[in-house]
């Protein structure tokens, strides 16, 4: 079928639409000659303005200076130029694609944060994502696209039986039997623990099947 976006045609109304979505792609480029401030307020006048307190705030957040030039930025400064221009717009709709490349730790702490704060605003948020945490800290509902097409989709709880859990135990007994336990895979032995991984919708059998074996360590 035809896509929509709120409820138009997203080719015949590429215009109007931009006026109310913000796009991060997961590799921006900027203009090496302006400033990260400026290049803030290029994207911010694509998209009919920007709420510039907020803006500053975002920079504040983000720890960015957007008084030096694009060129001297590294990847995640760059990247933190378009969260900080899609964050500070009043726009309906965001569609972030990897948008934490180049982060590092704290700074994807900034970015979460931030994102639940425009979810709480009415905001929609479209998160294309390979980082399972991210995905689990962030999204209500996951679509699995595999080679172009969404194979499964359902919130996490539903989705839950596609995930894998990774167990490092030590018991008092042998715990070699767990192989043969539905939903255990690639057991074996390690520096005197057993590691495995179990199917998200068996963890709760097989933690049964380990408390009768005696844990010291998990």
Not at 130 to 137: D, F, M, P, R, S
């Amino acid at each position: 079928g035809t896509v929509k976006l709120f409820g138009s045609d997203p080719w015949h109304d590429a215009v109007a639409l931009h006026r109310r979505l913000a796009y991060v792609p997961g590799d921006v480029e900027l203009w090496p000659k302006l400033t990260g401030g400026e290049a803030i307020d290029v994207f911010a006048r694509l998209r009919g303005g920007i709420n510039r307190r907020k803006r500053d705030e975002l920079c504040e957040r983000f720890d960015l200076d957007p008084s030096k030039k694009a060129r001297t930025y590294s990847k995640g400064n760059r990247q933190k130029v378009a969260l900080i221009a899609a964050l500070a717009s009043d726009v309906e709709l965001l569609l972030l694609d990897e948008p934490t490349a180049g982060l590092d730790p704290l700074m994807e702490m900034v970015f979460q944060q931030a994102i639940r704060e425009a979810r709480e605003a009415g905001t929609t948020v479209l998160l294309s994502s390979h980082i399972l945490a991210e995905v689990e800290a962030l999204a209500d509902r996951i679509s699995i696209v595999r080679q172009g097409r969404i194979v499964e989709s359902g919130s996490l709880r539903e989705l839950r039986h596609m995930t894998r859990t990774t167990v490092v135990v030590e018991t008092e007994n042998s715990a070699e039997r767990l192989a043969s336990v539905p939903g255990v895979h690639g057991l074996h032995r390690e520096d005197g623990h057993v590691r495995f991984e179990v199917d998200g919708d068996r963890v709760d059998q097989v933690m049964r099947e380990l408390s009768g074996l005696g844990v010291r360590s998990i």
